[in-house]
């Protein structure tokens, strides 16, 4: 069990060759043992894991020097695909003495200060890595963000280097997480504005597919809320960060991947240790929908789940409003399908939220114009 950024619990099983180890099973993800679609008071109380699993032990990699770029070049690696992206992404280096920095959250990897440049005074986020072991990850980090550009997914600025650490700066976005906002009911949180969201977060994990790379931890704590005033109306946009557990997406089934994420957003295929790929994005998304549709946090003991750790859609169905959106609450359960293939595909998400979003756009509308008529004829 590991903890990110943010101080949440994930876990990650390494074993050689990249395949699970075979000592995790379906009983350490339940700490109260089996459970049942019958009734919630069957379901298992939670699927964190319950003990360590057998992790192979790997070296640790070597110090990084001030410049990592002359590390990677003393090593061979100058003329490599790879180096040259990552030469790429490590080009805009700053100091640590370049920034005035406000600490803003802290994990077990890394902590995270709002910073701003001394000369130009832009604002940016700084990611600062604190296991010298874990620079390999950020380093992967830092060169997949360096290549993704698109509205929904968090932009990347450059590196701080500091004591033989690589650190990531990124854009700063002033609305914290998307759970922070599902929590917080003093905010009003309209359909429209619901769906907006949900459509922002599907934009950016086609374009984040379409660059053949796959989140494995898309949660609500990883989707943060950016506020805009667009036309004197304030807008609420998602932006998709911390690509940290980011991969190739696999086309053969015998490459087999690491058991990686947040277990309350984890697919089932993961969960069982079968083979997976991109379409378990899709499930967790189909976790994040919920948890927006019923305002509800996603651990199990409030979003009611089933033994196979799929959602119990009857349970589900008794927390939402009455006038939740039926295609709204159909696709949070078409994504949450226990069979991957039975999932639908971010691109076809898109056209269905798209069409949900113009007919609440429509009925809005409608209603305001209803209600300024009535005022008049008043």
């Not at 949440?8 to 990249?18: A, C, E, L």
């Not at 109306?233 to 997406?249: C, Q, R, S, Y």
């Not at 240790?273 to 948890?291: A, L, M, P």
């Not at 409030?302 to 119990?312: A, D, E, M, S």
Request: glycine share 8%; aromatic share 8%; with cysteine.
């Amino acid at each position: 069990m590991t903890r990110d950024a943010s101080g949440d619990d994930k876990w990650q099983v390494t074993s050689r060759d990249d395949q699970p180890s075979d000592e995790v099973t379906k009983d350490k993800m339940r700490k109260g043992g089996g459970g049942s679609c019958e009734g919630r008071g069957t379901r298992p109380v939670s699927w964190c894991i319950g003990g360590p699993p057998a992790v192979a032990l790997v070296p640790p990699p070597p110090l990084v020097p001030e410049d990592p770029r002359a590390d990677l070049a003393r090593r061979g690696l100058a003329r490599s695909t790879s180096y040259q992206a990552l030469h790429s992404a490590l080009a805009r280096l700053y100091r640590i003495d370049d920034f005035h920095m406000d600490r803003i959250g802290s994990g077990f990897f890394s902590e995270v200060f709002k910073v701003r440049h001394r000369v130009t005074g832009d604002i940016m986020v700084l990611k600062m890595n604190k296991l010298m072991s874990n620079r390999h990850n950020m380093l992967r980090e830092v060169e997949l963000m360096n290549r993704l550009h698109h509205p929904n997914i968090l932009r990347y600025y450059g590196v701080c280097v500091n004591e033989g650490q690589v650190h990531a700066l990124t854009e700063y976005i002033n609305g914290g997480s998307l759970d922070s906002l599902i929590g917080n009911r003093a905010v009003g949180l309209p359909w429209a504005t619901r769906v907006s969201l949900a459509l922002d977060i599907a934009h950016g994990m086609a374009y984040l597919h379409s660059q053949g790379v796959f989140h494995r931890d898309l949660t609500s704590k990883n989707v943060l809320i950016k506020h805009t005033q667009e036309g004197g109306e304030h807008k609420l946009t998602a932006v998709i960060a911390d690509f940290g557990l980011a991969a190739p997406i696999p086309h053969e089934k015998c490459m087999r991947l690491r058991q990686v994420g947040s277990p309350y957003w984890m697919a089932p295929e993961v969960i069982r240790g079968d083979w997976y790929d991109h379409r378990v994005d899709v499930f967790s998304f189909g976790i994040i929908v919920c948890e927006m549709i019923a305002r509800c946090e996603a651990d199990p003991d409030i979003l009611p789940r089933t033994h196979n750790f799929g959602v119990h859609y009857l349970d589900f169905y008794q927390m939402c409003q009455q006038d939740c959106p039926a295609l709204f609450l159909q696709l949070a359960f078409m994504c949450c399908q226990i069979d991957p293939a039975s999932r639908p595909s971010f691109e076809e998400l898109k056209a269905k939220l798209e069409y949900l979003l113009a007919q609440l756009t429509s009925q809005s509308a409608c209603c305001t114009a209803r209600k300024l008529k009535g005022c008049l004829l008043g």
